[in-house]
C-alpha cells in the first residue's frame, strides 16, 4: 500500500516553509514516527515523521524548495495498514530555532551547558553546509579572471531573512536612541567572592553577573514604568509585570527565551533559568512559547570582548540594556585616583514612547543598583 507524506499546518501566521533536508532517502527503510525531512518556517523547524513503517519510494520535493501546508513531500510504500496514522493526528515536533526576536546587536553567551548523554541534537543542525556547484548561471562573474572560484554564492535561509527584515523594520518603526553611562563594578565582584561558594554549595548554581543585573532592571522597572511599556497602535500598554528576555547565543544563531516574572525570581532562581536556557537552546528544546513576548531585554556584547555598542530594540518592546566588558580602568574616587573593573552600560529605547529624562534616569537607576547590590538583597 502507497501512503502520501503531506506538509502539516506549518504554524499560525505562516503560509509556508523551505525544506531544509531530508533525513531519509529513496529507497531506505523507516520506522514509524520516524523523522523523514526538516521544514523551515519563519519562527521553527518542523520535524516530519513518517506516519507508518515501510519504504521511502519516492521524494515529491528537493531540498531548499518552498512547500505549503498540504503539498505533498513523499510517498511511503507500506505493508502494515493499521498502523497507519494520520499526520493531521499525529504531532509535528517543533525545534526552537534562532527566531527573529529583532536582532539584538550583541549577544550573551551563556555557561557551557552540560551534554545529556541520552539526547543528541537535530540532525538538521549538524548537516554540512550546502555550495552550489562551482560552475552555472548562478555564479556572478565579475569579468575578473584572478577571482574566478573564489566566491561561493548560498540562499539566506528563512530564519536569516526573516531576523534581517524584523532589524529594518524596527530601525524604520521605532524611533531609537541609545543613552550611556559606566558602572563600577567592584561591590558586586566582592559580593560574589564573598559568598560565590555558599551558594554554589547551597543551590547548585554559579552565582553569575546576570541575576545582579536582571534584579537591577526588575528595581529600576518599578521606579520607571513607562520604559517597561509598549505601543499598540496608538495605545500605551502599561505591564504590570515584568517578563525579561536574555539573549542566548546557539550554534544557529541568536535566541531570546523570556524569564517570566522576574521581579519574583530569587537569585537562585534567575541563575537556574539562564543555564537552563542555555543548555537546552544549544539542542533547540526551547519551546516557542518560551521565545514569545517579553517586556524588557538583556543583552551581553562583553562576553565577546565589546566595549561599547548600541543594541536594537526587539519590537514591541521600547527597551533594551546592553552590558559590556568589563575592564580595569582609573577612575576618581574622593579626590584620588584608582583602578576599579568598569563597565559600560548601554540603553536603546523607543523615544516615541520613553522621554530622554526617563531614559536617563533609568540607567542611573539601574547603575546605583549594582553599586549598591546590598540593596537588591534587602528591597530597599
Known sequence: MKI?????????????????????????????????????????????????????????????????????????????????????????????????????????????????????????????????????????????????????????????????????????????????????????????????????????????????????VCDALRQFPIVNASIDGEDIVHHDYYDIGIAVSTPRGLVVPILRDAERLSFAEIEKGIADFAARAQTGAISIDELTGGTFSITNGGVFGSLLSTPILNPPQSGILGMHKIQERPVAENGQVVIRPMMYLALSYDHRLIDGRDAVQFLVAVKAALEAPERLLLDV
Request: charged letters at 30%; zero cysteines; aromatic letters at 4%.
Open 4 to 216: 502520501e507524506i503531506k506538509a502539516p499546518e506549518l504554524s499560525e501566521s505562516v503560509a509556508s516553509g523551505t525544506l531544509l533536508a531530508w533525513r531519509k532517502q529513496e529507497g531506505d527503510s523507516v520506522q514509524r514516527d520516524e523523522t523523514l525531512a526538516d521544514i523551515e518556517t519563519d519562527k521553527v523547524i518542523l520535524e516530519i515523521p513518517a506516519s507508518a513503517s515501510g519504504v521511502l519510494e519516492r521524494i515529491a520535493v528537493a531540498e531548499g524548495a518552498t512547500v505549503n501546508a498540504g503539498d505533498l513531500l513523499a510517498v511511503l510504500e507500506v505493508s502494515d495498514v493499521e498502523g497507519v496514522v494520520s499526520l493531521e493526528k499525529t504531532p509535528v515536533k517543533q525545534v526552537a530555532a534562532p527566531v527573529p526576536a529583532a536582532g539584538q546587536s550583541e549577544k550573551v553567551e551563556m555557561p557551557a551547558p552540560v551534554a545529556e548523554p541520552s539526547r543528541s541534537p537535530p540532525k538538521s543542525e549538524v548537516l554540512p553546509e550546502k555550495r552550489l556547484p562551482d560552475d552555472g548561471p548562478h555564479k556572478q562573474r565579475l569579468g575578473v579572471q584572478s577571482r574566478e572560484g573564489r566566491e561561493t554564492r548560498t540562499p539566506m535561509s528563512r530564519l536569516r531573512q526573516r531576523v534581517a527584515e524584523r532589524l529594518v523594520a524596527a530601525q524604520q518603526t521605532a524611533a531609537i536612541l541609545t543613552t550611556f553611562n559606566e558602572v563600577n563594578m567592584q561591590p558586586v565582584n566582592e559580593l560574589r567572592q564573598r559568598y560565590k561558594a555558599e551558594f554554589e554549595t547551597r543551590h547548585g548554581i554559579k552565582l553569575g553577573y546576570m541575576s545582579f543585573f536582571v534584579r537591577a
